[in-house]
């Protein structure tokens, strides 16, 4: 069984500049997340989406991020424009269900921000 | 809000002792418990979970018991080795607001010398 596919693995932009990370979740899961891990700190989530409809965006700062999840498959996260506080890695997850089900992550994308 | 707290990293252990990481938690309904292993270079898999109280989950040797009355769900382990070494995370799943999501501590760094 495929896991959860990021890409990039790894970004370096430049502040104000935008940037989009891509994140394809193991076949049939219904439950996307997104999170973002500083270093040092446990992962925090951004956005949770159930098939194509957002469920929990509440830490989502929406005047730079943005995320989509069209046709409840692939997802995009956008940042624009970026700041030096946005240096992290961003953990895609996915899962069957919302609850008392296991959340498979992605490798991350880590992006630097300079 | 729910919230989980660790103990404080890094761990340094020698190899087969004896290993125990904290963990508590609040959480305003009935969570599900979780602990997840992040090894150098890979993303956050489940190492073991439970979803009532009293519950015990264990892999890899690893264990910890859902303790309700005083809120906690502390990892352990008899004998640890050099390939333990990784980043811990404990977490749970909780029906706030009416939505179920993942939330995470700020993990313990665990280091196993031969």
């Known amino acids: 069984e495929a896991g959860v596919a990021q890409s990039p693995r790894y970004k370096i932009i430049e502040k104000r500049q935008s940037v989009a990370f891509w994140c394809n979740p193991i076949s049939g899961h219904a439950t996307l997340y997104w999170y973002q891990q500083i270093l040092g700190q446990g992962p925090k989530l951004l956005i949770q989406f159930q098939n194509n409809g957002v469920v929990d965006d509440s830490q989502l700062p929406k005047d730079r991020f943005s995320a989509e999840r069209l046709k409840g498959v692939d997802s995009t996260l956008k940042i624009q424009p970026a700041k030096l506080e946005d240096s992290a890695v961003y953990l895609c997850a996915s899962s069957l269900g919302q609850h008392n089900t296991e959340a498979f992550f992605g490798q991350g994308t880590r992006l630097t921000v300079v | 809000g729910d919230s989980v707290t660790q103990m404080e990293g890094p761990v340094t252990l020698s190899e087969e002792a004896f290993l125990t990481i904290n963990c508590t938690y609040t959480?305003?309904?009935?969570?599900?418990l979780f602990w997840y292993v992040q090894y150098p270079g890979e993303g956050l898999q489940l190492l073991l979970k439970?979803?009532?109280?009293?519950d015990k989950g264990s892999n890899k040797g690893f264990e910890a018991t859902y303790r309700k009355e005083t809120t906690s769900f502390h990892l352990e382990k008899g004998s640890v080795q050099v390939s333990d070494s990784a980043v811990y995370f404990c977490?749970?799943?909780?029906?706030?607001?009416?939505?179920?999501?993942?939330?995470f501590g700020t993990g313990t760094r665990l280091k196993v010398l031969a």
């Open positions: 959480a305003t309904g009935y969570p599900s």
């Open positions: 977490a749970l799943s909780d029906r706030g607001s009416g939505t179920y999501k993942y939330i």
């Open positions: 439970a979803t009532k109280a009293d």
